[in-house]
């Protein structure tokens, strides 16, 4: 297959990529835009280190190709912060030290962004947190750290700026 | 020994100090990097002109490599270089570098594959699909030998031989003794108290760390090597990687900025370290290697899987009498960090109780499968499982209560572990009485659900010193800015667990500034000082203590200045707190930190501040300066129709001294429960004939956030004299209890006794079958 051309939006950032049209999400990300801050765990879309929001849904990168986002609106986590402002969800996982080592960090930022976004207005459960971050791996905290910052965020504890 | 312990009887004491910043809730220093995605670990490095590796495995458990031929691989466009062991110095290497004879594994080896998986050739070239290709084109010739993976098959007379020269595939045996046991057990049986002996299965399990292994090397033509590494102690890598390649430590820079996670597996030197650095000195090139998670998986390495035998003599009124026990362990095939986890299992499965007579006897036993090592807990939540079920099957079987049982056995504060350990601060009683007093106001729990307990305690660091290590064990240098602003270089190494924010609070706290004052600088060799890195949960008190000391020597210096620019009686003392310098009896009295900073450089002729401190332990004993203590509660309610386990909470008492940094040790508990109730009931590691049966994250299961129980901590706030501020471990032992109170739930549940790791529905059911059975049959 020959490589071709690709036109996306990464953080409200138009691109053009040249591309092995198998070439994954991630790969275009990470390797051909270089937002590191997104990363990969795993080979069988089992992790969700690799989240991202395609037009506002969490999406594992690594499960999909490149040329099926095209047009379409991807936010990485280089994208949450505002001109250096924090996001709610960031500083919420700062209050709340929802994360050690970092490396699942990203990808759960994510998940927990569309979480919320899905939810906006109504009330959440924990039960329905957990279950929004099922599909990320965390191997350091344990998670309840991560409940308390989404909660808190759903709360509306924290205000966008 | 014992004597010179003996004269270190400090009386441990509660402090009433009122700290600015210790146990003060404060942001990790790398949060905002970490939340950004700005922290950049190993697996994001891309230099100019950087190579991708890719290693070939064996696909064999036990087998001669007759030959190797890279020509075909060669020959692949775009393919830069392949090696094999022939382009190696052939170098045995281990962490143990103490003992030759435990320095068994050359990472591409050149007479023999031992375990699936094992390197043994790997590919740079231009892209990593290409490398991917050229390892089809190796054509690797080899002689089949037979094989075997289980300890007590390993052991036997006849069982192939994995090492030559090692005979029956003992690698390495560890005895542990103190009093007269085998005349303590005589004496129980004499006077009628009560033995009961029991064989145990522990399992092993992946770190599974969500940065798999990595590793980026640099080797330019002036002769110098850097390295990139997700490595848990950038000193080590850069020790071994010298060694192996034959430079001076001096001419190997390793950098370890961000690590993703390292829970004790990522100490040694691992097959994307080596073979990197080999391509890349091959080639003076950029060479990145990075493990596929199914690498990780079955050719990085897991917590060692261990059969226990364990006797135990208890008095009819529950007094711990004697304890003979007897681990195999399942080795894999190197040493590794094995040899340590052998050690402190032994040490651990008598804890935290006063045995008056006491035997353990390890064998680590080589076998085809993966190398075994250390992992969070480094053996003891295994021996754990074992001891803490026994004791609790024990007083049941006497009908004794295990609180009062354990009470009355425990360690307690000033207590020599006879010819091994001195315990400065123990709140082992407290804890015990905490966990009962929450456990038994939860009341009646309903049918198939119940309460199980834990004890144990684990180590502060390790005092010995297997890897050789010439430096102080661990150091820090403090340097301070013309505007108060404060440098802090430390070799200790931040993994997640958050050293450098501990470090940070320690010296803020010292010095008398805010923890924004303070840059810590850690993971490189070039930079920072050595110290032994993140492993057995020893950076808080080791690295905490030497960062204490750099700061009080330079805060010495400045009060030095301020005491003659102040022009006070010499009667007076001086401090510093949130940045104001002041007379302690007159704290209105003084001056501003920053001012004092200023004309204390220029009086020093330009030279900005510098204090030093370094930590080794000495005279402590042979395991550990300071012991962790706590007791552990689960909660939980097991289906007797499918054997299925739902965990309810998790509740810990939980001794750490004096806590540093809340946000940080409430990470600890949380993330320590998740990886021990993972190792309780799911995780496994199941393998056919050497070949591993689950090697992905769809077939190997970890806890997720629906599973994760509720989480609580009491803290029994002790003080530590020998740690930074009364502080000890918090990190590893967390670990240790979880697998065997959630055995012992289970136990008071459902009255069966699991005696194998995890704790799946199968064996519940098999248990609860083999119950019905015998109660049938009487
Ligand atoms: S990398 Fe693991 S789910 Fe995408
Ligand atoms: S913070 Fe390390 S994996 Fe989540």
Partial sequence: MEKRALKLSVNGQEYEVFIHPKTLLVEVIRDHLGFTGTKRGCETVSCGACTVLVNGASVKSCSVLAVQVEGMEVTTVEGLEQDGKLSPIQKAFLDNGSYQCGFCTPGMLMSATAFLKENEGREVTEHEIREGIEGNICRCTGYNSIVRAIDAVAKGTYKEE | ?778
């Fill in chain 2, 1 to 778: 020994m014992s004597t010179e312990i003996k004269e270190l009887k400090y009386s441990t004491f509660k402090t009433n100090i009122k700290y600015s910043v210790i146990n003060t809730k404060v942001h990790n220093v790398d949060g905002i990097a970490k939340v950004t995605g700005r922290a950049q670990y190993t697996f994001d490095i891309k230099l100019p002109g950087m190579l991708y590796g890719k290693i070939l495995r064996s696909p064999h458990p036990h087998a001669r490599i007759i030959n190797i031929d890279t020509t075909r691989a060669m020959e692949l466009p775009g393919v830069k270089a392949v090696v094999t062991g022939k382009d190696t110095l052939g170098i045995k290497q281990g962490i143990w570098r103490r003992y030759e004879e435990l320095c068994d594994e050359q990472i591409l080896p050149l007479e023999k594959v031992r375990y699936i998986g094992e390197p043994v050739a790997a590919v740079a070239a231009v892209t990593e699909e290409i490398a991917e290709q050229a390892l089809d084109l190796i054509d690797v010739e080899y002689e089949v030998l037979p094989a075997v993976f289980e300890p007590l098959d390993a052991i036997k007379k006849d069982a192939p031989v994995i090492h030559e020269g090692v005979e029956r595939n003992v690698n390495v045996t560890r005895h542990i003794e103190w009093g007269d046991v085998d005349e303590a057990f005589a004496e129980a049986e004499k006077n009628g108290g009560y033995i009961r002996e029991d064989w145990f299965r522990c399992s092993g399990q992946h770190h599974m760390c969500m940065e798999t292994r990595a590793a980026v090397s640099s080797y330019t033509p002036e002769g110098k090597l850097t390295v990139w590494a997700s490595t848990q102690s950038a000193y080590y890598t850069q020790a071994l990687i010298a060694g192996v390649l034959g430079m001076r430590e001096g001419d190997v820079r390793v950098i370890a900025t961000y690590v993703g996670g390292g829970f004790g597996g990522k100490f040694e030197l691992d097959a994307a370290m080596f073979c990197s650095a080999v391509l890349s000195k091959k080639l003076c090139k950029p060479v990145k290697i990075v493990f596929t998670r199914e690498e990780d998986m079955i050719a990085s390495k897991r917590r060692t899987p261990m059969y226990y035998y364990v006797r135990t003599a208890m008095s009819r009124d529950g007094q711990l009498l004697a304890r003979e026990s007897r681990m195999f362990s399942n080795g894999g095939a190197y040493t590794g960090m094995g040899a340590t986890a052998l050690y402190l299992s032994g040490f651990f499965h008598s804890f935290p109780y006063k045995w008056k007579a006491y035997r353990y006897d390890g064998y680590r036993v080589y076998t085809n499968t993966m190398p075994s090592t250390s992992m969070r807990g480094f053996g003891a939540p295994q021996a754990m499982f074992c001891s803490e079920q026994q004791i609790e099957w024990m007083c049941a079987d006497l009908g004794l209560d295990p609180y009062e049982v354990r009470r009355k056995n425990a360690h307690t504060e000033c207590y020599e572990v006879p010819g091994q350990a001195f315990i400065q601060s123990c709140g082992m009683t407290e804890c015990i009485d905490k966990i009962e007093q929450w456990a038994k106001s939860k009341g009646d729990l309903g049918p198939n659900r119940a309460i199980g307990i834990s004890s144990c305690g684990f180590m502060s660091g390790g005092i010995f010193n297997w890897f050789d290590s010439p430096y102080s064990f661990s150091s820090a240098v403090v340097t301070i800015n013309i505007d108060g602003t404060v440098e802090l270089h430390v070799g200790c190494q931040d993994i997640g667990q958050g050293s450098n924010t501990t470090m940070a609070i320690i010296a803020a706290e010292t010095l008398g500034v805010k923890v924004e004052d303070i840059k810590v600088h850690s993971g490189d060799t070039d930079h920072c000082p050595a110290d032994l890195g993140a492993w057995g949960s020893r950076q808080t008190l080791m690295a905490g203590n030497a960062v204490k000391m750099a700061c009080e020597d330079a805060k010495r210096q400045l009060l030095e200045f301020a005491y003659a620019e102040m022009g006070l009686n010499i009667v007076y003392d001086l401090d510093i707190k949130d940045r104001w310098v002041h007379v302690i009896a007159r704290p209105e009295r003084g001056m501003k930190y920053e001012d004092l900073v200023r004309k204390a450089i220029r009086a020093k002729d330009g030279q900005r501040i510098v204090g030093r401190g370094y930590y080794t332990p000495h005279r402590k004993g042979m395991i550990s300066p300071a012991y962790s203590y706590m007791m552990q509660a689960v909660d939980a309610e097991i289906d007797p129709e499918t054997g299925k386990i739902k965990v309810h909470e998790i509740m810990t008492a939980h001794d750490c001294g004096q806590p540093i940094n809340p946000l940080g040790l409430v990470g600890q508990l949380e993330g320590a429960a998740s990886m021990a109730l993972g190792y309780a009931y799911l995780e496994d590691l199941p393998m056919d004939e050497g070949k591993l049966l689950n090697p992905n994250l769809v077939d190997y299961k970890v806890i997720r956030a629906p599973e994760m129980p509720k989480t609580g901590m009491i803290d029994i706030e002790t003080y530590e004299a020998e740690g930074p501020y009364g502080a000890k471990e918090a990190g590893e032992g967390l670990t240790n209890p979880t697998a065997a109170a959630l055995g012992n739930a289970i136990f008071h549940a459902l009255g069966i006794q699991m005696k194998e790791l995890p704790l799946t529905p199968e064996r519940i059911l098999r248990a609860l079958r083999e119950k019905k059975e015998k109660e049938a049959n009487k």
